[in-house]
């Protein structure tokens, strides 16, 4: 078995697992992305669903849900029983079904019913925090964003990229590390390759295509 490499830097390992990760998961960020959408909004409403859920659970709701509700407009008019049992099978529908409302509310009165670009304008709608922001941003638009979810903090503190406590933190150790127009996709990656290999309970680091990368191989179990 190889030694991990420690000699390198976090920002190095950053870098570096950014080039096998997208080797592994080639494609464009918004490829990548397993929620079904066809606009903005309905990214930004299967993102805000896809809390406490699957995107497989996600893409099973929303073609009724979009169907029934295609726009902002129809979606903050809908009535409010009549909703919660489409979203139901994604959990958590009651507030779902809240937070959704109140976000295409506000994008018809304070955006014109369009998904804004800006993260400040996009962390302003309810229901919308700096996670489902970097999404859109990366996802529907193409714009720097680096959604830091579960994946992404357990991967980067196993990897030793970040020892930020927080999201927010771990973003920006991240940010700093990579180009802008790398974030979105490395997000996605690492997501998948949480997912696939490194899982919170069972990382199958032997068959881990960064385990030479990783100071924490075969002892994550312990993380
Ligand atoms: S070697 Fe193990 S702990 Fe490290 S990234 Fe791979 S699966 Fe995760």
Redesign the pocket.
């Known amino acids: 078995m190889p030694k991990p490499r420690r000699a390198l830097t976090a920002r190095a390992r950053t870098v570096e697992v950014d080039v096998r990760l997208e080797r592994l998961f080639p494609g464009a960020t918004a490829t990548l992305c397993a929620l079904d959408r066809r606009s903005p909004f309905e990214l930004i409403v299967a993102t805000v669903l896809s809390a406490q859920c699957t995107d497989e659970q996600v893409n099973r709701v929303t073609p009724t849900l979009f169907a029934a509700y295609p726009t902002p407009a129809a979606l903050a008019g809908a009535e409010r029983d009549t909703l919660e049992a489409i979203i139901r099978p994604t959990g958590f529908f009651h507030s779902k079904a809240r937070h959704l409302q109140a976000l295409a509310a506000a994008l018809v009165e304070r955006f014109d019913g369009e998904v804004p670009r800006d993260l400040d304008a996009l962390c302003s709608l309810p229901g919308v925090g700096r996670k489902t922001a970097n999404v859109v941003r990366s996802v529907a638009f193409d714009e720097p964003g680096l959604p830091v979810d579960t994946h992404v903090m357990r991967?980067s503190h196993?990897?030793d990229l970040s020892r930020g406590r927080d999201p927010v933190a771990v973003e920006r150790s991240l940010c700093r590390a990579l180009a802008p127009d790398r974030w979105g996709g490395f997000s996605v990656r690492m997501i998948l390759h949480g997912r696939a290999?490194?899982t919170a309970r069972r990382?199958?680091?032997e068959r881990?295509e960064?385990?030479e990368l990783?100071p924490?191989?075969g002892v994550?179990r312990a993380a």
Do not use: G
């Open positions: 991967l196993r990897l290999t490194c990382p199958a680091c881990c960064l385990e990783c924490r191989r994550a």
